[in-house]
């Protein structure tokens, strides 16, 4: 399922590098996972019903609200969401992916737990965002959240996650009255993708390989190739008479 999604959208980046129309579009936040911290016995953290993605979760297929940037809120709508079951100093990449369709601006920012609680426009944001969304939730919908929360083992005295704050802004002018005066919501995927090594994002190491095994053999093809061509000239070469004299001198 992971797996054919980020084929997927790697199938979709490397065709809106080749066709001049772009289908899809990509946000994205590169970070390293800060130190674990006590994990948190109540639940508090749950109650805000956010969103989370983890180790058991890293694609999530959703909608976003967006808005038109207004001189309060310049970048639209926020979102907020969990990264939770981070590794301590593992490099990760967050990417919002959407249809291009759909033009719109994201900001994407993550904040450590302390940083959410200790700055009041944060805060106030978070339990906005939780407050509107807990009226809008159903009950199936909260109880799948609940399901889908991240589960650390019962030996895991640690846990390591972030806030994440994905901000929405409209991106588009349509002559279409109702389109400039409500905004759709955005359908995003929102994948977390560990990099291999603090290196090469998880999701791109498929095709890694394939551009080597191409490179590979590329590289033996093009030698056999310039060892045809160099023994073709070589037999020309010998079989002219008028060549051949001169090599005699
Ligand atoms: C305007 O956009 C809305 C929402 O996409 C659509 O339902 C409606 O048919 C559109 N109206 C016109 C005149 O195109």
Known sequence: MRQDTSFKEVML???????????????????VAPKASEAIQDASIDNLLLTSLHPNQLTVRTFLNASFPTTNAPHGQETWALLDGLQQDQRYELRVCWLATQPTAFW?????????????????????YSYARR??????EVSALV?????PSSDQLQSNFLFVRIQAAADYFSLN????????PVHVDLILDPYLMNVLPQSLVPTAGYISAIAIFAFFLSGWIYRRMIGYVDDEYDQKPGVEGKKDM
Do not use: H, R, W
């Open 108 to 128: 994407i920012d993550t904040f450590e737990m302390q940083e959410v609680f200790q700055t009041p426009e944060l805060l106030s944001s978070v339990s906005a």
């Open 147 to 151: 399901e889908n929360k991240y589960k």
């Open 177 to 184: 009255k109702t389109l400039m005066e409500t905004v759709p």
């Open 13 to 31: 980046l490397l065709l809106s590098c080749l066709v001049s129309i772009a289908f899809a579009n990509v946000e994205k936040t590169i970070f």
């Open 135 to 140: 009226g809008e939730l159903t009950d199936a």
